[in-house]
């Protein structure tokens, strides 16, 4: 049975105000699905489309 691992996922956010720095965690399965999963919550939490969000960064996280 795979596991899921936990990851960092940085990067920004485009705001009315301006670029938003970012970083959170996101139990995934792998790393790719750790990104599309910042995504869609950061997507939905700030009600931003993915053309603005940028992740500059994501690693799993070293226990």
Known sequence: MTQEKTF??????????GMQLFSTRVKA??????????????????????????ITHSEEDKK
């Open 8 to 17: 960092s996922v940085k990067g920004s956010l485009k705001t009315k105000k």
């Open 29 to 54: 399965l792998s790393e790719r699905s750790a990104v599309e999963k910042a995504f869609s919550t950061l997507g939905s939490r700030h009600r931003l489309k993915r053309t603005n969000i940028t």
